[in-house]
């Protein structure tokens, strides 16, 4: 148990380490004249993810679930592939990646690192559910991994169409006012 709640505080200690790439970037998207989006469903988001990292170790020590090598080892390995794919991400969006929906107007979509296969418009998003999936299945904690991965779903279709709607208006071409 006590290395699984390590793991858990490791994975709290990236999600802190990206919220400060995150202020940083907003910080240099807002002096860009950038818009933020979808600020009623980003703290549901939030609470979401702080919540993952506090029933991961709850689940596993008050229902005792047991550590399953079968499970965790595969587990483990998508749980490192997600970050993986997280930080390639940041990466390839580099100042224009954030936690909340920040579009700069007029910067053209990015097309290279993992998003450049047309067929994966959110590789960010799939790590995301990867993540919410493996991490609480390296421990066998099934009912926070079901949880996380149902409400994540419902959150995702509300953040994905916001997401779209802001790059599709931040891309529109604006007009002038007739003289």
Known sequence: MIWYGLLVAAVAAERVAELVVASRNERWSTARGATVA????????????????VACPAEVWLADRPFVPALAWPMLAVLAGAQALRWWCIHALGPRWNTQVIVVPGL?????????????????????AAEGMALPLVHTAWVTATAFTVLNAVLLTVRIRCENEA?????????????
């Open 167 to 179: 790059l599709a208006a931040a891309s529109m071409p604006t007009t002038a006012a007739p003289a």
């Open 108 to 128: 053209p979509l990015v097309t290279s690192g993992p998003y450049r296969w047309r067929w994966l418009r959110h590789p960010n998003y799939v790590a995301v």
């Open 38 to 53: 979808g600020r009623g469903h980003y703290p549901a988001m939030v609470a979401l993810h702080t919540g993952l990292l």
